[in-house]
């Protein structure tokens, strides 16, 4: 315990702000909403997907994310796309909220639109789609509209009493049991993590639960961001204090659970729209 101040002081310096769900979360959000999609829309996201290295949804979840490192320009120019910052009472005012269109909801829609656009280019469609499956389920994540001024959740240091590995770009931050990370890491990574299950068994286990999942009917992005923005305070994301344990991610999974399968079927949904003959 010793080096913990440390290594806090070493993650308010040089870690990365994180920007989604895990890879687990994205493809969570992607083999759900593949299983319930029409037919006809699961043809056509094969045709888009074709060439892809893995041509699905869930395969392609995390793309956004990846181009990270695989095109950072662009990942520098659509970054904000991810999240939004809300104000006070969660309500969306766009012209304050998501200047030049770069938020979350604003890009949903506009790749929505190149997506159901049939004269517009394969290669934007596909793009398009990779987005989509993507930013969907990050908005449904809460910190990334959360309205508390520190980045959701980014600047909220907190120590994590936890026996699972961490992701690789926090390894040097967990020592002695305790990772030294911040709120919105464990959210992106910790709390479904913790349970412990692969991809494939996690979603095989959401699947079995009733469809649709509660209060998932609501086709807009805004409501989407402004229920994730309500949630932090009414779930009581942020902790009394800045020390958790397996206890916050086990009182917390349910909802993050709700939230990977209402994102599946609100993009089902959207796909079967945009996509529809």
């Not at 990334?144 to 994590?160: I, T």
């Not at 959401?206 to 305070?233: K, M, Y």
Request: proline share 6%; aromatic share 6%; net charge neutral.
């Amino acid at each position: 315990m010793r080096r913990l101040p440390l290594l806090l002081l070493l993650l308010f310096t040089i870690s990365p702000v994180a920007l989604a769900w895990s890879g687990l979360g994205h493809r969570l959000v992607g083999d759900l909403a593949a299983r319930h999609v029409r037919p006809a829309t699961a043809a056509a996201i094969g045709r888009l997907l074709a060439g892809e290295r893995e041509p699905t949804l869930a395969g392609v979840a995390s793309w956004a994310d990846d181009l990270r490192h695989a095109d950072p320009a662009r990942f520098r120019a659509t970054s904000r796309w991810h999240y939004v910052a809300m104000g006070d009472g969660c309500a969306l005012e766009l012209p304050r909220d998501c200047p030049d269109g770069d938020c979350v909801v604003a890009a949903i829609r506009s790749q929505q639109a190149i997506l159901a656009g049939r004269a517009a280019p394969l290669d934007a469609r596909r793009d398009a789609l990779k987005f989509l499956v993507h930013l969907v389920a990050d908005v449904h994540q809460p910190l990334h509209a959360g309205g508390h001024g520190d980045k959701g959740g980014n600047r909220f240091q907190v120590s994590l009493r936890t026996d699972h590995a961490p992701p690789a770009f926090l390894r040097d931050h967990y020592a002695d049991g305790v990772l030294g990370t911040n709120l919105h890491a464990v959210w992106d990574y910790d709390v479904l993590a913790s349970a412990g299950l692969t991809a494939d068994a996690y979603a095989e286990r959401l699947a079995a639960a009733p469809w649709p999942p509660v209060a998932a009917a609501n086709p807009d992005p805004a409501a989407w961001a402004a229920e994730s923005c309500r949630l932090v305070d009414m779930a009581g994301l942020y902790p009394a204090g800045h020390a958790m344990d397996r206890r916050y991610l086990v009182a917390h999974r349910a909802l993050a659970e709700l939230r990977i399968r209402q994102a599946a079927y609100r993009l089902a949904t959207l796909l079967d729209t945009a996509l529809a003959e």
